[in-house]
């Protein structure tokens, strides 16, 4: 795709920026689409953050991407907040628009779609779900989960204060539990979700016990790097459904992307093999 002088801008902003995978994807689908644009990583000291963000409109940009450590920032310097991302406390995507910035979070309804792409049976409403984790991703799960209806968002973490300071800030039917009571959290469980960092490479393992899990729960690992982590391994031998993490990555891209480029997107097998491919 040969740019021009009218080509639309877009990028991800983090530090280190090196690891995301956003502009392989994006980059995907501007060549599908035969979009005159571009999409590139923006790294960021946390420092200029502030500075920097109000400049790329004028350079040709229609938003960006925001990853850590940047999404409580990129909340601040916003001119229009979505209700949700201010609820999180967090901005993932930002759009420049009529010479004000707009901050959205886009990561709960990548989750919720990607397992309703790789799990189209499974019911939200049908029981418990458990969240491992209580940072910034086991937030957005836990309020997306709420918001299509789950019964109960279990949130277990080593550090239960954590979990109970994310329960009252968030409100609603989260309930915190200590680490150690993960057998009674997986009891009658229909969905258990991986948001740590534990399994994922160079980390220490995720060591679950999963036979007080139902055999008909749902288990989604966000991790994706490896792919195929040991949990989803031993949900797979015991006959859980899984869903795998790279979806919803895939799947939080789409909005920004239609914002910035005026084409909504499809998240296909072609372009997960493209943004596995090392």
């Keep these: 795709?040969?740019?021009?002088?009218?080509?639309?801008?877009?990028?991800?902003?983090?530090?280190?920026?090196?690891?995301?995978?956003?502009?392989?994807?994006?980059?995907?689908?501007?060549?599908?689409?035969?979009?005159?644009?571009?999409?590139?990583p923006l790294p960021v000291r946390p420092e200029d953050f502030e500075a920097w963000v109000p400049a790329l409109p004028r350079?040709?940009?229609?938003?960006?991407n925001?990853?850590?450590?940047?999404?409580?920032a990129a909340l601040a310097i916003c001119d229009e907040v979505a209700e949700h991302a201010r609820r999180l406390g967090a901005v993932n995507t930002l759009t420049f628009r009529d010479g004000r910035i707009h901050g959205a979070n886009t990561d709960?309804?990548?989750?919720?779609?990607?397992?309703?792409?790789?799990?189209?049976?499974?019911?939200?409403?049908?029981?418990?779900?458990?969240?491992?984790?209580?940072?910034?991703?086991?937030?957005?799960?836990?309020?997306?989960?709420?918001?299509?209806?789950?019964?109960?968002?279990?949130?277990?973490?080593?550090?239960?204060s954590k979990a109970e300071a994310l329960a009252q800030e968030l409100g609603g039917a989260i309930e915190a539990v200590a680490w150690d009571r993960m057998p009674a959290a997986l009891d009658g469980a229909n969905l258990l979700v991986n948001t740590t960092s534990l399994g994922m490479a160079d980390n220490p393992p995720l060591q679950l016990d999963l036979e007080p899990?139902?055999?008909?729960?749902?288990?989604?690992d966000?991790?994706?790097?490896?792919?195929?982590?040991?949990?989803?391994?031993?949900?797979q031998a015991r006959g859980n459904p899984t869903v795998d993490g790279i979806g919803m990555?895939?799947?939080?891209?789409?909005?920004?992307?239609?914002?910035?480029?005026?084409?909504?997107?499809?998240?296909?097998d072609a372009l997960r093999a493209f943004v596995l491919r090392d």
């Design 66 to 72: 925001v990853t850590v450590p940047h999404k409580q």
């Design 108 to 160: 709960g309804v990548g989750f919720l779609n990607n397992l309703r792409q790789g799990a189209p049976d499974w019911d939200p409403a049908a029981g418990p779900a458990v969240v491992l984790g209580a940072g910034g991703a086991a937030r957005a799960v836990a309020v997306a989960l709420l918001d299509v209806g789950t019964p109960t968002v279990r949130v277990v973490n080593r550090t239960v």
């Design 249 to 268: 990555l895939l799947h939080q891209a789409v909005p920004g992307f239609e914002a910035w480029f005026g084409v909504r997107p499809e998240v296909t």
């Design 59 to 64: 350079l040709g940009f229609q938003g960006a």
């Design 213 to 220: 899990l139902p055999p008909g729960a749902l288990v989604n």
């Design 1 to 40: 795709m040969t740019l021009t002088g009218r080509s639309r801008l877009a990028g991800v902003l983090g530090w280190p920026v090196t690891h995301s995978r956003s502009p392989q994807l994006h980059g995907f689908w501007l060549q599908q689409h035969g979009i005159d644009g571009a999409y590139v």
């Design 222 to 235: 966000i991790v994706y790097q490896p792919l195929h982590t040991e949990l989803l391994a031993q949900a």
